[in-house]
């Protein structure tokens, strides 16, 4: 996937009033309340019909603005305690394999090509692996980049040690619910 | 402090192994998870009531992609380990700051000991977000957007059986 210029909410929805969108989009980033019919809640909150909100949705998901749909969990709280930031430098011409090959370890959890920021920052792909203890994310590291011929690049493993904030993305500008 | 996983039981394993992502969008969801999982609607959303309130769950919903859905970045900044908190409360308190990480392992002369993902309506704004952090923290952001994604999925298997070792 490149990086893309993000759509314009019009386009990806085939609601014509970009205000219902945010508003959808406003509610939504605060999950479904649980009851038989979330939609039908969600849709009066954002003063829509229960069909057009279901509709909205299913475009947002064909169109991959929306990745997944489901529990969001918080893996600290269920003992996935070690989450690993592995920092890569690897040469440009390498990058975009190296990083799609290491998308596919089961263990990567996440994998991006970032710009390096010299003389500050010369590491350009990153990727995260969890697990419950450092040891055993140390040694998946250790696995992926034996399989993957990755020990002659210069990374580092940052280990988080305190979560300040874990939550999920609120693009909708404040106050527009 | 975090649960056990003996506080959790083959339904609850079964809704969090099975529904990180493929909730069916359908006038009643739960009724379909339930039928899958072969138990009540009552029941699943009794489940997620109580998942939501040990903090397991954040919220049942769609994650957006972070490239398409609005502007974001990760961030970094350097600062002195005795005042991390600190720092880390001003971060928490801009607006669009969605992840807030004090990280290690860097060497000494990199530093960046804490990671935070800030988000914004549009790049304009995301620019604006950073630039006043910026100068209210008073040490300069790394700015690390994503270039190119090849994995941005943060569903993954739980694994029950090493967490019960721990």
Not at chain 1, 106 to 127: G, S
Not at chain 2, 99 to 127: C, I, K, S
């Given at each position: 996937m490149s990086a893309a210029t993000p759509l314009p909410l019009d386009a990806v929805c085939s609601l014509d009033e970009p205000a219902a969108h945010r508003r959808l989009r406003a509610v939504l980033e605060q999950g479904l309340p649980l009851t038989p019919r979330p939609w039908k809640?969600?849709?009066?909150?954002?003063?829509?019909a229960e069909e057009e909100v279901m509709a909205c949705v299913r475009r947002w998901q064909?169109?991959?603005?929306?990745?997944?749909?489901?529990?969001?969990?918080?893996?600290r709280r269920l003992g996935i305690e070690a989450n690993a930031m592995v920092v890569w430098d690897v040469p440009d011409d390498r990058v975009n394999e190296v990083g799609r090959r290491l998308a596919q370890e089961a263990a990567v959890t996440l994998c991006y090509r970032r710009p390096r920021r010299l003389p500050d920052w010369p590491y350009n792909l990153f990727c995260m692996i969890?697990?419950?203890?450092?040891e055993r994310v140390l040694a998946?590291?250790?696995?992926i980049a034996e399989r993957l011929a990755l020990g002659e690049l210069e990374h580092r493993v940052l280990f988080s040690t305190h979560a300040y904030r874990q939550c999920g993305g609120r693009y909708v500008q404040e106050g527009v619910a | 402090m975090h649960c056990h996983p003996r506080d959790f039981d083959s339904l609850d394993r079964g809704l969090i192994d099975i529904y990180q992502r493929g909730l069916?969008?359908?006038?009643r969801p739960f009724l379909s998870v339930a039928e899958r999982l072969g138990t009540s609607e009552t029941e699943v959303i009794a489940r997620l009531e109580r998942l939501h309130s040990l903090d397991v769950l954040s919220r049942v919903g769609p994650v957006f992609d972070h490239a398409r859905a609005g502007a974001s970045l990760l961030a970094a900044v350097a600062v002195p380990e005795e005042t991390r908190d600190a720092f880390a409360a001003l971060i928490n308190a801009a607006p669009g700051v969605n992840h807030n990480y004090a990280r290690e392992g860097l060497a000494r002369e990199q530093g960046y000991n804490l990671w935070f993902?800030?988000?914004?309506?549009d790049e304009p704004?995301?620019?604006?977000r950073l630039d006043a952090l910026e100068a209210h923290l008073g040490v300069p952001i790394l700015r690390l957007p994503m270039l190119e994604g090849y994995h941005i999925d943060l569903s993954f298997p739980i694994p029950w059986a090493e967490l019960e070792c721990t």
């Amino acid at each position: 996937m490149s990086a893309a210029t993000p759509l314009p909410l019009d386009a990806v929805c085939s609601l014509d009033e970009p205000a219902a969108h945010r508003r959808l989009r406003a509610v939504l980033e605060q999950g479904l309340p649980l009851t038989p019919r979330p939609w039908k809640s969600l849709a009066e909150q954002a003063g829509m019909a229960e069909e057009e909100v279901m509709a909205c949705v299913r475009r947002w998901q064909a169109d991959g603005m929306i990745k997944r749909l489901g529990l969001v969990v918080r893996h600290r709280r269920l003992g996935i305690e070690a989450n690993a930031m592995v920092v890569w430098d690897v040469p440009d011409d390498r990058v975009n394999e190296v990083g799609r090959r290491l998308a596919q370890e089961a263990a990567v959890t996440l994998c991006y090509r970032r710009p390096r920021r010299l003389p500050d920052w010369p590491y350009n792909l990153f990727c995260m692996i969890h697990g419950a203890r450092r040891e055993r994310v140390l040694a998946e590291l250790a696995a992926i980049a034996e399989r993957l011929a990755l020990g002659e690049l210069e990374h580092r493993v940052l280990f988080s040690t305190h979560a300040y904030r874990q939550c999920g993305g609120r693009y909708v500008q404040e106050g527009v619910a | 402090m975090h649960c056990h996983p003996r506080d959790f039981d083959s339904l609850d394993r079964g809704l969090i192994d099975i529904y990180q992502r493929g909730l069916p969008v359908c006038t009643r969801p739960f009724l379909s998870v339930a039928e899958r999982l072969g138990t009540s609607e009552t029941e699943v959303i009794a489940r997620l009531e109580r998942l939501h309130s040990l903090d397991v769950l954040s919220r049942v919903g769609p994650v957006f992609d972070h490239a398409r859905a609005g502007a974001s970045l990760l961030a970094a900044v350097a600062v002195p380990e005795e005042t991390r908190d600190a720092f880390a409360a001003l971060i928490n308190a801009a607006p669009g700051v969605n992840h807030n990480y004090a990280r290690e392992g860097l060497a000494r002369e990199q530093g960046y000991n804490l990671w935070f993902v800030m988000t914004a309506p549009d790049e304009p704004e995301l620019e604006a977000r950073l630039d006043a952090l910026e100068a209210h923290l008073g040490v300069p952001i790394l700015r690390l957007p994503m270039l190119e994604g090849y994995h941005i999925d943060l569903s993954f298997p739980i694994p029950w059986a090493e967490l019960e070792c721990t």
